[in-house]
């Protein structure tokens, strides 16, 4: 229970370094939010508590192509947003967005064979 109490708070420390830096800095906020930092921390704890090779790499390979898809809703909410919608319907559409191309990259990698 502790292991599990400890990865929520490292985690958590780093969600809140991203926004208190962002607050100051956006630009350096979206840099720190751009790395792959909660990716590597949950390979890092997936490996310490089951290190098997072939697990990771397949782990690390369906992340690449779960990360595709949810690149668009960067570009649709600061467009919603500079267009005078606001926040919360903004962050809505870009979430919705997110759900629809997360299925269809799903539908499309069973078609392809890719195993995800």
Known sequence: ???LIAKALISGVIIAIVSEVAKRQPG???????LP????MGMIWLWL?????ENMARH???????????????LLIPALL?????????LLLGCG????????????????????
């Open 60 to 74: 690390a390979a369906a992340t690449f192509w779960y990360v595709l898809p949810s690149l668009p809703m960067f």
């Open 82 to 90: 500079w267009r005078g919608w606001g926040f919360w319907p903004a």
């Open 1 to 3: 229970m502790g292991y």
């Open 28 to 34: 350096l906020g979206a840099l720190i939010a751009s």
């Open 97 to 116: 967005l997110t759900v629809l191309l997360y299925t269809g990259m799903t539908w499309l990698a069973i078609r392809l064979g890719f195993d995800l």
């Open 37 to 40: 930092l909660i990716s590597v």
């Open 49 to 53: 508590e089951r290190p098997d090779p």
